[in-house]
Nanobody, 115 residues
């Protein structure tokens, strides 16, 4: 069974930084794409960033130049480094791995950007 656990969320002031982690338990996930998504209150869940098994990355326009997704295959962990945070980045952040036709989600971690 695939389990994803996010961590690293919290309260940060505008302009600050956070690093989120998504750890997978079980067998290696090196070949599968993993994405970070977020959902703000009253809004649909949206893609923030994705990284393929080969390390290719893609970002939502709203976070380009501020967020960086990376993966440590030896640790079965994917990271989202978030810099220059804005109040509109406030949301619950989720990671998702796609294995074949199945999607597996973590429980989410809250990020709040406020002064």
């Amino acid at each position: 069974q695939v389990q994803l656990v996010e961590s690293g969320g919290g309260l940060v002031q505008p302009g600050g930084s956070l690093r989120l982690s998504c750890a997978r338990s079980g067998s290696s996930f090196t070949i599968y794409p993993i994405g970070w998504y977020r959902q703000a209150p009253g809004k649909q869940r949206e893609l923030v960033a994705v990284i393929t098994g080969g390390g290719r990355t893609n970002y939502a326009d709203s976070v380009k130049g501020r967020f960086t997704i990376s993966r440590d295959n030896a640790e079965n962990t994917v990271y989202l480094q978030m810099n220059s945070l804005r109040p509109e980045d406030t949301a619950i952040y989720y990671c998702k791995i796609t294995i074949g036709i199945l999607d597996y989600w973590g429980q989410g971690t809250q990020v709040t950007v406020s002064s």
